[in-house]
C-alpha cells in the first residue's frame, strides 16, 4: 500500500467523519438536545394515534443517534470498488467506491449515502463478491458489473490503523488476525470478518424454514444473531424487534450473547428460553417444572439407564405425538361434558342433547374450559330463574294461606301461633332455596371431566397405555411426577398444545423465531411453536455433533422436512471452523469420527495453527490439582483471560473448586443456574460450557472410566475439546479415553 493511497484513505476517513458529526447535531437539534448533552425526552402517551406516531418517530431518531455516535467511532470498515454494466435502455449508471460499515450513513439533504449498511443488497458485493465480473439481487433485479477493488480497513476511535486490499489470500490475513484475538466475556459481533457461506445463511428468504448444521466454532450463534439483524433490516418497515424471538438453551447462554444485538443497533428482540417462553404463554396455569439437571442427569447414568430414558423422550417429543394429542382432544371434548340432562328437582334446566349443541357447536370457538365457563352461565340463567319463580311461588301460597287464616280464625293467640308456624315454614323454605345454588353446583361440577392442565394430560398419557402396550413406559415414568401436581421439562411442548386448546394462551405476537443449540429441541417443541404462532419464518442453528440429550432432541435435520412446516425447509450447512486452531480442530474431529453422526458433516478448521493439545499423566487427587494450578498460571502469563477447567458433573465441580480456591482465589465456580457469564478462570461441569467459548479449556478428568467409549460419552467429549480458541489441555489419572486414539496430541508426566 504506497502512501498516496493511505493519504487518499485518511483525508476521505476525515470527510466522512465530519457529514457524521455534523448529522449527529442534526439529530440532536430535532430532539432538543443542547451541546451533544443528553437530556430527559418526554412524548404524551395519551393512547390516541398520534401520541403512537410521536413515540416511533422518537425511538427512530434515538436509534439513528446511537448509530452516528458509535459510527463517530469507526464510520466504516471496508471498501468495495463495483462498476455496473451499462443498462441498454438508459445511459450507464457510474461506479465508485462503495464504503461499507456497521450502519448507514447518510448526508442530509442531498441525501447521498456515504457509508452503506451491511444488510444491505449492496454489501453482497464485499461478502460475496471476489474482484472480477460479479452479480447480486438489487431492489430493482439482478445487478451485473465489474469488482476491481476490495479493501479492508482497522478503524477505532475514529482513527485509521490499517488497511490492506483483499484477493482470496488478504482476506484469510484478515480473518485469521481476528481470530487470533483473546476471547471476551460475551459473544462478538462479526460483521467484519463474515465469510461467503455465513453471509448466504444470514440472507436467506427470511419467511421461509431454516436449519443450519453448523460445524463446531462455525460461527452459528453469531450468524443467527447477524441474521436477526438483517432480517429487521430487510422488513423494518412491517417486522418490528419485539416481534422476533430467540430461543437459547439457558440464561447463563443468553448471558453470553447478550451483548452482540445492541453492538449491531438492534434492540427489544425477545431473548429467552423455551420454559420462559411457556410460562409466558401459559401464565399461571403452568404447572410446576420437576427440577432436573438435564445432561448433569445423564451424565449419573448407566448406558441402560439412558438408552430407557431415550425411549421416553423420543415418544414425548416425537412430531406423531401432535396427532395423538388432537385425537384425544377430540376424545375428551366428547366426553368431559355431561351426557344427562341438568335438572332442578324434577325441572330440566337444560338437556344433554342443548349441552352437546352448545358446547359442539355454538362455543366452538371457544378454548374447552371457556366453552364450559360459557355453558355454566347459561345454566346459570336459568337456574336463577328457576329458583326466583320458586321463591315468588312459596311467597304466592304463603301469602294465600295467611289470608285464609285471618279470615277463619279470630285475632287472639291460636291465630298468632298458626300465623308464625306458616310463616317460619315460609322462611325456612326460602333458605332451603337459598342454599340450594351451592349444592346444586358442586353436583353439576362433578358431571365434568377435569380441566386442570395436569391431570389432562396425566389422563392423556393413561390413554396412550391403554390403547398401545408400547406406550407404557412413558406412562409410569410421567404418572409419578404428573400425581404431585408437576411436570418435567419434556412435556412442556404438550402441555403448551394442551393449554392452547383448554384455555387459550396469552397473545405474543412473534413473527420470526430464532433457536439455537436446535439440536436438542424436540420436533414437537418445534411443531408446537409453528402451531402457536402460525408462520414458517423460522431460523433453527445447531450441530448434530453436540446433540448430547439423547432422543429427547433432533437426531436429523429431516426430521422437520415434513409435518411440521407448510413449506419444507432449507438445510444449510456451515463447515468451516473459525474459533479453535487447525490442532484443536484436528483432535477433535478424531474423536467423533471413531462415533460418526449422519448427516452432521466434517468441519474443516480455518488455517490458523497453535500448539498441539497437551495430555499430562498426573498420580492421584493432589497431583491433579498441582498441575491445574500450573497450567491456570502458565495460560494466564501468556495472557490468556478467559479459561475453563472442566470435568464431568456439577458434583465434581464444586468438589475441584472448593480444593483449588487456596491455589487459585480468583477460580469461579459457574453452575446451570447462573445467569451472567463474565469470563476469567471458571471451574465448571460439562453440562455448562455447551454453546460457549473460551481462550484456553483444560478438561481435568480425562480417564477412560469418565468418559466411556460410546457415541453419548463421544458427542460430550467433542463439545469439550471444541470449546478454546487457543489452548487445549488434558489431565489423566488413569487410563486416557479411547476417544483420543488416534488424535495428534503431545504427552507428559507431571
Request: overall charge neutral.
Amino acid at each position: 500500500m504506497d502512501q498516496t493511497q493511505w493519504n487518499q484513505e485518511q483525508a476521505h476517513l476525515a470527510e466522512t467523519l465530519e457529514i457524521v458529526a455534523q448529522e449527529r447535531i442534526k439529530v440532536e437539534r430535532a430532539l432538543g438536545m443542547e451541546n451533544g448533552g443528553d437530556r430527559y425526552l418526554m412524548v404524551s402517551d395519551d393512547g390516541s394515534d398520534d401520541a403512537v406516531v410521536a413515540q416511533q418517530v422518537m425511538r427512530a431518531k434515538l436509534r439513528e443517534l446511537n448509530q452516528l455516535r458509535l459510527s463517530g467511532k469507526a464510520p466504516y470498515f471496508a471498501r468495495v470498488d463495483f462498476t455496473p454494466d451499462a443498462p441498454q435502455d438508459r445511459p450507464s449508471i457510474p461506479g465508485g467506491p462503495l464504503y461499507i460499515g456497521r450502519w448507514g450513513v447518510m448526508k442530509t439533504p442531498e441525501c447521498r449515502m456515504c457509508v452503506v449498511d451491511w444488510r444491505s443488497p449492496t454489501a453482497n458485493l464485499y461478502y460475496s463478491g471476489q474482484v472480477g465480473r460479479v452479480d447480486y439481487a438489487a431492489p430493482d433485479g439482478v445487478m451485473t458489473g465489474e469488482i476491481t477493488l476490495k479493501r479492508m480497513f482497522s478503524i477505532a476511535d475514529g482513527r485509521l490503523e490499517g488497511m490492506q486490499d483483499t484477493g482470496v489470500v488478504g482476506q484469510e490475513k484478515f480473518l485469521t488476525e481476528a481470530l487470533s484475538q483473546p476471547a471476551t466475556a460475551r459473544l462478538r459481533e462479526v460483521v467484519t470478518t463474515i465469510q461467503a457461506e455465513q453471509n448466504t445463511v444470514i440472507r436467506y428468504e427470511p419467511m421461509r424454514p431454516l436449519c443450519v448444521q453448523g460445524a463446531a466454532g462455525s460461527g452459528k450463534t453469531t450468524i443467527a444473531l447477524h441474521r436477526v439483524a438483517w432480517v429487521l433490516y430487510r422488513l423494518q418497515k412491517t417486522l418490528e424487534p419485539r416481534q422476533m424471538l430467540i430461543l437459547a438453551p439457558n440464561p447463563l447462554f443468553l448471558s453470553y450473547i447478550g451483548g452482540v444485538l445492541p453492538d449491531l443497533g438492534v434492540d427489544e428482540v425477545r431473548q429467552m428460553t423455551f420454559a420462559q417462553l411457556c410460562g409466558q404463554l401459559m401464565g399461571k396455569r403452568m404447572p410446576r417444572i420437576q427440577a432436573r439437571e438435564g445432561l448433569g442427569e445423564r451424565l449419573r447414568m448407566t448406558k441402560a439407564q439412558r438408552d430407557a430414558r431415550d425411549g421416553v423422550l423420543r415418544r414425548k417429543g416425537s412430531v406423531e405425538l401432535y396427532g395423538e394429542l388432537e385425537r384425544f382432544l377430540r376424545q375428551w371434548e366428547q366426553t368431559c361434558m355431561p351426557t344427562q340432562d341438568i335438572c332442578l328437582g324434577k325441572r330440566v334446566l337444560i338437556s344433554a342433547e342443548e349441552i352437546r349443541r352448545y358446547f359442539l357447536t355454538d362455543f366452538r370457538h371457544f378454548p374447552l374450559q371457556a366453552r364450559a365457563e360459557e355453558l355454566r352461565k347459561v345454566v346459570g340463567a336459568r337456574l336463577k330463574k328457576a329458583l326466583d319463580e320458586a321463591g315468588e311461588r312459596l311467597e304466592a301460597m304463603a301469602r294465600d294461606k295467611l289470608d285464609a287464616l285471618m279470615r277463619a280464625l279470630p285475632d287472639g293467640p291460636e291465630r298468632r301461633e298458626r300465623a308464625r308456624r306458616l310463616l317460619d315454614a315460609r322462611d325456612e323454605r326460602l333458605r332451603e332455596l337459598k342454599e340450594l345454588p351451592k349444592r346444586f353446583w358442586q353436583a353439576y361440577d362433578e358431571k365434568w371431566a377435569t380441566m386442570e392442565l395436569v391431570k389432562v394430560y396425566e389422563a392423556f398419557w393413561q390413554d396412550m397405555a391403554r390403547r398401545d402396550e408400547a406406550n407404557r413406559a412413558v406412562w409410569e415414568a410421567t404418572q409419578p411426577v404428573t400425581q404431585r401436581g408437576r411436570a418435567a421439562q419434556e412435556d412442556l411442548p404438550a402441555l403448551l398444545l394442551l393449554a392452547k386448546s383448554l384455555y387459550g394462551l396469552a397473545r405474543m405476537e412473534i413473527r420470526h423465531i430464532v433457536i439455537d443449540e436446535a439440536q436438542d429441541a424436540s420436533p414437537l417443541q418445534v411443531k408446537a411453536l409453528r402451531q402457536i404462532f402460525g408462520h414458517d419464518a423460522f431460523t433453527l442453528v445447531g450441530d448434530l455433533c453436540q446433540g448430547v440429550y439423547g432422543d429427547e432432541g433432533l437426531r436429523s435435520w429431516e426430521e422437520l422436512s415434513s409435518g411440521v412446516f407448510a413449506h419444507a425447509p432449507e438445510i444449510a450447512h456451515l463447515g468451516v471452523s473459525y474459533r479453535s486452531t487447525v490442532e484443536i480442530m484436528e483432535t477433535a474431529l478424531a474423536v467423533m469420527r471413531r462415533h460418526p453422526v449422519r448427516g452432521a458433516g466434517e468441519a474443516r478448521p480455518v488455517l490458523r495453527h497453535g500448539e498441539k493439545p497437551m495430555l499430562t499423566r498426573v498420580e492421584g487427587e493432589k497431583g491433579r490439582l498441582e498441575a491445574i494450578a500450573a497450567q491456570v498460571g502458565e495460560w494466564t502469563r501468556e495472557g490468556y483471560r478467559s479459561i475453563a477447567v472442566t470435568v464431568k458433573t456439577e458434583r465434581a465441580a464444586k468438589r475441584l473448586h472448593a480444593a483449588l480456591l487456596k491455589a487459585l482465589p480468583e477460580a469461579r465456580l459457574v453452575t446451570s443456574v447462573d445467569g451472567q457469564f463474565d469470563g476469567g478462570v471458571q471451574v465448571m461441569d460439562a453440562s455448562v460450557v455447551k454453546g460457549l467459548e473460551f481462550d484456553c479449556v483444560l478438561i481435568a478428568d480425562a480417564e477412560a472410566g469418565t468418559y466411556p467409549d460410546e457415541r453419548f460419552y463421544a458427542k460430550l467429549f467433542y463439545v469439550l475439546c471444541t470449546r478454546p480458541l487457543h489452548r487445549l489441555a488434558f489431565l489423566s489419572a488413569g487410563e486416557p479415553p479411547a476417544h483420543l486414539n488416534g488424535a495428534k496430541i503431545l504427552f507428559k508426566t507431571a
